[in-house]
């Protein structure tokens, strides 16, 4: 099984770096596997593994959430997924096998997307003086009607003074993934990006990003490209005021 390693290091804030205090922290190490699930048609069933790799016990709770988007993300706790144990106790170097169940009441039609928070829960023994630091660990699920399912998308750009807003609405059935996302100004030759992960646009749904730039202008034709599931992605529009 692939096991994704998350260490949180146990780092000072900013702010009690400013005021000069040094308070104690506490970190957490889990071993959690797989770190995404694709299920596909009927299935409906799948395990997430959860180890504990620090010295000391570990409390951890696993919830599940609906996940939309109308131009943002949201979140709302499901009733569709289900996660049993949703609370569990790791002694040192013990793990714990969660089962994730999809109930049969939800649209297959296009693909359902959900998150799974994975949370250490505190030791509420290290008192006031100490600084908590939980680890959180967030995975997508998704379950999709068919391995044939894609992605459709079309791009819109509008500018509201300082601020430019770009979307992107997805009519296919699957989710597309948005990584190193442009924009250029082909009249001014100005560009924009947003590097790395610029995250889902999930099936049926809109997402967009907010960026604080004059660089385009609602009379520019704007060339947005990036890359998806399907490799490089190119589109042309015109920004709107």
């Known amino acids: 099984m692939k ?10 804030a900013v702010s009690s770096a400013t005021l000069g205090v040094v308070p104690s922290a506490s970190a957490g190490s889990l071993d959690i596997g797989p770190v995404s699930f694709q299920l ?17 016990a570990v409390q951890v ?25 949703p609370f569990f106790e790791l002694g040192p170097d013990q793990e714990q096998v969660v089962r994730l169940v999809i109930t049969d ?15 250490e829960v ?7 003086t100490g600084v908590v630091v939980p680890l959180r660990i967030v995975l997508p699920v998704f379950l999709t009607p068919s391995i044939d399912a894609r992605p459709s ?3 819109s750009v509008a500018l509201d003074g300082d601020r430019l807003e770009v979307s992107a609405t997805n009519t296919g059935d699957s989710r597309e993934r948005i990584v190193d996302l442009a924009l250029v100004d082909e009249t001014a030759n100005n560009s924009t ?5 610029a995250g889902y646009v ?21 060339l947005i490209s990036g890359n998806g599931y399907g490799g490089a992605f190119h589109s042309t529009v015109t920004a709107q005021q």
Request: without cysteine; aromatic residues 8%.
């Open 202 to 222: 999930l099936a049926g749904s809109t997402r967009t990003w907010t960026l604080d730039t004059t660089v385009l202008h609602s009379s520019d034709s704007i």
């Open 105 to 119: 009441a939800v649209d297959t039609s296009k693909e359902v997307a959900f998150r799974l928070f994975i949370d």
């Open 40 to 56: 596909y048609g009927p299935e409906r069933t799948a395990t997430l593994t959860v180890r504990n790799t620090e010295a000391e």
């Open 3 to 12: 096991f994704m390693h998350m260490f949180l290091a146990a780092a000072l």
């Open 193 to 197: 990006l947003i590097e790395g992960l």
């Open 153 to 155: 998308l079309a791009w």
């Open 122 to 128: 505190p030791d509420a023994s290290i008192g006031e």
């Open 61 to 85: 709770q696993v919830r599940a959430f609906d996940w939309t988007q109308t131009g943002d993300n949201s979140l709302t706790a499901s009733d569709i997924l289900q996660v049993s144990p």
